[in-house]
């Protein structure tokens, strides 16, 4: 089926044995961040083979001018697109004058990668045979600081296995790079000035048109057999690299290590002219601690994330795997230091999907954040949000909206709409429900109620009034409607009536007008702050009402169901089931309007309403739409799976459950999209998170407490997880003989388990 | 409103007055062509204004890769367009050494340009005063020789009004063009050989790809006061270019006379290593016959155009204006000689639309060319889709349809789909009926039944096998659906149950099975030869007509309307009438999503569906349907006015209907759509005809007979059409005294006027 040369590890992303054809799905899978920036696994030295290079420096971004082949009124003239930067990993290697490169050699032996999630580092080793009598080993670690995070370190050792040699290091910096997905070939990057000296050299690029600068430097040591070597400082530069050459003579069995510190400053953190400056601190700062204690600082810091984030499973190693996997590249690509700064699709891990944010944050990375990282995170993933609504006012308005009415864009980088399909961009306006029943989930989690009356009450009018002039009133059936829209299910593009829109739209709108009272009632001066600024009405929200009130639901009375979209029934419902292997996935196979007619869904699209309003809904009803809608649905998102794992287990259907759970935690791992040479897929990491808290430890809030309803898969031991709720951490295990909740807190925590209402003490075991 | 700067003139289009702001305008409305080539109204000399330069050689394209923002399963990969052609007009001008350049001076006096539609010239003259003493007549006549399509004659003349001077001529050919409208900047072209010997010059280019050879030529003949003078042959050459120059003193008074004879041969008629000697040919006729004849040749083709195709107005010149300026250029853009030719939406006015032939041709033009041309005219168009019925096949093959389902490309130059917005080239499959109607429409008018069994049945079959494939057995209602289309109103996309295009479905697969059994009781040999090529069986004929005789088909009962498609009555109908000024045109001024969940309609959609099968429905169905579409139409297709003309006319609402008229006669020359610098909309100008001869004059075929039912707009005192009826000849007049209808036949003829049904004789005139 899927790809399976990844080692089964319970720590470790491991590959053995040398096979070029797996070089750029590990580049992906292998790849390293540290939240402000990060990396494909690219190799240090050249490789002429097939790759796909790639480094990325967080918040920095290009408008590439949008590409279409009909131009349609609205769309965004421009396209933020994540840039590849410039290149600080590069270290040309020369043995006896020979370029070293893994493209070219018959003899390549125990080739080894390692991703080490505990630690926070990458190392690569094999042997090369270079002739009969003269063979050499290599071992090159690198990681991205989580402490200093301008910082990059490389230790890369070459060992003289068989015979003496010259080898020759060419640590370089490269700015002369291009995006892979160019809509024009337009010119990224700018480079300002470079700048080499004192074995350190710094390039100070610019961005065109966003003028982010970025300075990327380096300095290098060499070391032989452990000894600091000193040696002299020749270089080369072009218009775009400089380069230093660094060579010592090594006799059989010796060892030279060229140790590189190598990173990026920027003008997010700085003034633009002390960039340079801010770069050389950073060198300073890494030469003061030395290697080995950046290496454990490094450690430290994952450990601290861990003690928080890890979840554990026994009795089933690739289970394991892969939800560390999932946890760590969550932490690799948003760490929530900087209210600037998202969750991007592909994170640090390609290039794909242009923009950094989608409603995947909203909908799957909050729950995840909130759960495991101090609440300020979870804030500054809304603040995100409030900081954009400017914005998301004049995209409403360049699509015809009026009076302050928002819709936050499918895809952005600065709070500007960066994607190009109509059927999409235009008309998959869900994604607003998503930012209001974040606030709702945030406030619900944290009890941080402020949040509301300070920031969370804007944006809620602002997406109140959408869906309030986005409804038309049908005086056929005496309702509102939504027409022309694209649900969750994407499958499916301008249907009227899209039941999960038309239930959320409506929730908006109820919501926003209770927190308006309450606000009014508990936080005056930000109600009449608020009042001034929006201009709102006691009118204008009865009219918001009239629409929440009437708004159409389409249901089927003889079914018992609601439906995805006006006109579902129409479809030929054939289950997935009895698709032919040779039509999926559909989206590979079939033109996109036999997709659009078919009955097959993309992902959880009423689910997805049956998801984010659970308490709405009994479980009598949830079986009955998850008995209709998922034997639809081809699971052809990474959003898809851990929906319905969750769900499945609500159900009590374990089987089906651990399936999707597999399938969402190894999705990468195990490549079940055929596509994870374009980079991982970050954001239905959080939704993997979910698939085990949610799913299996039946996690949510109930009246204010933490409730679990835990389910033991067949294939696991036990499990455990950890909630941090309120600054009170809670330690969920669940074996096939208990589920045992422990707080780690500074006063008692109600909680529900399995049913029952309990009083954790602080340090307290209950069963 | 719209521009106004044309003259009225019965048989002209006139400017006059020098504004280089119509400069685009003029270009596209003054084209000349003549089925074979054709030109926008570019300068001869050089112009450094703004301008579009156009040149066109029928059949003659370019496959451009196609360009979108996502990529959808089934596009097609390359993107037929129509190729800006080598350029032969250009005649570069020197006084005294200065370039002759509109745009550079301040005192041009008596500019006037006229396009004679009677003789098929264009001509251009205007005075400019140099200096104080020193003053210029010049005066321009071009045209595209009907007669010799390969051969174009351009006659420029220079008057020395004031002061003695020096004039040189550069008369050239350059072949170093690009399309305006290309997506890659891909070269189109590439030169394989220039020539220049004997005052002559040629141009061999070779388009990249699909190889077409196109060898332009010129030679030149120099004349002063109208007497042949002898000039020497110095040329220049670059790699593109060829240039002649030719000089001669004049004193004032005198004129001298650059006479170009020039144009393309191309291998579309010629063996690519005869192009040069076709050219040499082509130079021989012109040269043997001089300027004069060719001119009277000329004159007497366009003569016998108009003998057949002329239609009178009196009382309106700008009517009479409007639709000879359609007919004129409708002759200009296909003249039936050619079944590998069609008719492109710009014919040779612009690139815009890239390929050429649309559904246009079958629902628009071809009535018009039926009725004006020789019957083996109409036939050719029918065999120009007969011929690309196996890429028919293909293009549905790739959206998944097998079993010889065919699907006709929305645009194409070659059979290949050259459409690339799914929402078009997947769904708006109603195109596939205009196909079968046409043949249906052919046979019906001209009693050809040959047609069917020698091509037309392999077309029907492959259609009616489409449909079959492309509708939804719904279980709900128990009927067949066609879910995810595009109607006719592109305004809608992805709608289910278009009633225009469910009930041409069913049409087509009855109108199949009626003449499979008339081909098998009639024409046995073709009867067996298409059975066995199609494989056909009963049982397939069988499920065709499950389907189409119980197609679904919206109507709602209470208003007693076939509803233009599911659900359209959820929304706000709000007639056009009531929107504002500054929201239209709405495909300008509103975003997609908002026109899509508009009720507006583009062009005819559930009227589409009642001009083409008119009989099927009573007076009072089509006065309801009228009624309740025609509000909520904005009429931003160019082929929308023309329906709802005829449609007017026949409720006997004929202001509404000399509306719609003005609108479709003068779309261009008054430019509704401000787009007329693009080019004009040429198919929609049988439109134009259509709503004359079958609108005011209530044309139809009834019982094998032609019938009239003859209405005068009060703004007419009359007017007058002809018909090719089987070789008869039918002249109706229509005054507000009487309607009359003359036979040139060559046997009697009966027919239907006003009701009643008469025998014509000969030559007889019948009131």
């Known amino acids: 089926m899927n790809q399976e040369y990844i080692i089964p590890n319970a720590w470790s992303i491991i590959e053995k044995g040398w096979r070029p054809e797996f070089v750029k799905s590990s580049e992906s899978l292998f790849s390293i961040g540290n939240g402000a920036m990060g990396q494909r696994a690219n190799f240090e030295e050249t490789y002429t083979g097939d790759t796909f290079q790639g480094s990325y420096v967080a918040g920095v971004y290009y408008p590439d001018k949008t590409k279409v082949g009909w131009w349609k009124n609205g769309y965004p003239e421009y396209f933020a697109k994540v840039l590849n930067a410039p290149n600080f990993i590069g270290i040309d290697v020369f043995i006896d004058g020979e370029a070293l490169d893994l493209a070219t050699y018959d003899q390549v032996h125990h080739y080894k990668q390692e991703l080490n999630m505990k630690e926070g580092w990458l190392e690569r080793s094999f042997n090369i045979e270079l002739t009969d009598d003269k063979e050499i080993a290599i071992k090159t670690r690198r990681f991205l600081s989580l402490d200093k995070d301008e910082l990059g370190v490389i230790n890369y050792s070459i060992t003289a296995v068989k015979g003496d040699m010259r080898i020759s290091f060419q640590p370089y910096i490269d700015a002369g790079i291009t995006n892979e997905d160019s809509n024009w070939d337009d010119a990224f990057w700018e480079v300002e000035e470079l700048t080499s000296k ?112 890890d979840i554990t499973i026994e009795g089933d190693l690739k289970a394991q795997q892969g939800i560390r996997f999932n946890i760590f590249q969550l932490n690799q690509t948003y760490l929530g230091k900087d209210a600037r700064l998202n969750i991007g699709p592909k994170g640090f891990t390609g290039e794909k999907y242009g923009g950094s944010t989608y409603w995947d944050t909203e909908a799957y990375c909050i729950p995840f954040y909130m759960a495991t990282k101090d609440q300020h995170v979870a804030r500054n993933l809304l603040t995100y949000r409030y900081e954009q609504l400017d914005k998301a006012i004049e995209n409403a308005e360049k699509l015809g909206f009026s009076n302050g009415a928002a819709l936050y864009p499918m895809v ?77 299910n994407e499958y499916e593009n301008n249907v009227n009536n899209n039941w999960y829109t038309n239930y959320i739209a409506k929730w908006c709108i109820e919501q926003c007008v209770e927190h308006i009272k309450k606000v009014k009632s508990g936080h005056e001066d930000d109600y009449h702050r608020v009042i001034g600024l929006t201009s709102l009405t006691d009118g204008e929200i009865s009219s918001w009402l009239e629409v929440a009130h009437n708004m159409y639901m389409p249901y089927d009375k003889e079914l018992g169901i609601y439906l995805q979209q006006d006109g579902f029934l129409d479809k030929e419902l054939i289950p997935v089931s009895e698709l032919k292997a040779v039509h999926r996935p559909i989206n590979q196979k079939w033109s996109w309007d036999r997709i659009l007619r078919s009955c097959y869904i993309k992902q959880a699209d009423v689910l997805q309403g049956f998801y984010f309003f659970e308490d709405h809904f009994s ?46 935690s190894r999705l990468d791992l195990d490549d079940y999209n055929k596509e994870v040479e374009e980079g991982c897929h970050i954001t239905s990491m959080a939704g993997t998170w979910m698939s085990i808290v949610e799913g299996f430890g ?57 049913g029952k209402k309990l009083t954790l003490e602080p340090l307290a075991v209950n069963a």
């Open 698 to 754: 039946g996690f949510k809030i109930v009246n204010d407490m933490p409730s679990f309803e835990t389910r033991l898969p067949k294939q696991w031991k036990s499990f455990s997880f950890k909630i941090n709720f309120r600054d009170q951490i809670l330690t969920v295990n669940v074996s096939d003989s208990a589920t045992t909740v422990q707080l780690q807190g500074y006063q008692s925590q109600d909680i529900i388990l399995n």
């Open 198 to 309: 004192d074995h350190q050299a710094f390039i100070r690029s610019r961005t065109n048109k966003t003028n982010f600068y970025v300075c990327t430097y380096m300095q290098s040591e060499l070391y032989k057999d452990g000894e600091h070597v000193q040696y002299a400082d020749p270089f080369d530069q072009n218009d775009t690299v400089i380069r230093h050459k660094v060579a010592t003579q090594l006799e059989e069995g010796e060892t030279a290590t060229l140790l590189k510190y190598a990173g990026y400053t920027s003008s997010l953190n700085h003034e633009h002219f002390e960039l340079m400056d801010a770069a050389k601190a950073a060198i300073s700062h890494a030469v003061n601690k030395g290697y080995q204690q950046l290496l454990q600082d490094q450690i430290d810091a994952w450990a601290d994330i861990w003690a928080m984030a």
């Open 412 to 488: 952005t980088m600065n709070g500007e709409e960066s994607h190009n399909e109509w059927e999409i961009t235009f008309e998959e306006i869900h994604r607003n429900g998503a930012m209001v029943f974040a606030i709702y989930n945030y406030v619900r989690y944290t009890g941080d109620y402020d949040y509301i009356p300070e920031m969370g009450l804007e944006v809620m009018i602002a997406i109140a009034r959408f869906w309030h002039q986005r409804s038309t009133y049908s005086s056929r059936v005496d309702k509102y409607m939504i027409l022309g829209v694209t649900g969750p």
């Open 619 to 664: 479980k009598e009803q949830l079986e009955k739409h998850f008995d209709f809608y998922e034997p639809l649905t081809v699971h052809e998102s990474s959003l898809s799976p851990c929906v319905h794992s969750i769900q499945a287990a609500k159900l009590d259907r374990m089987d089906q459950a651990y399936e999707f759970y597999l399938r969402t």
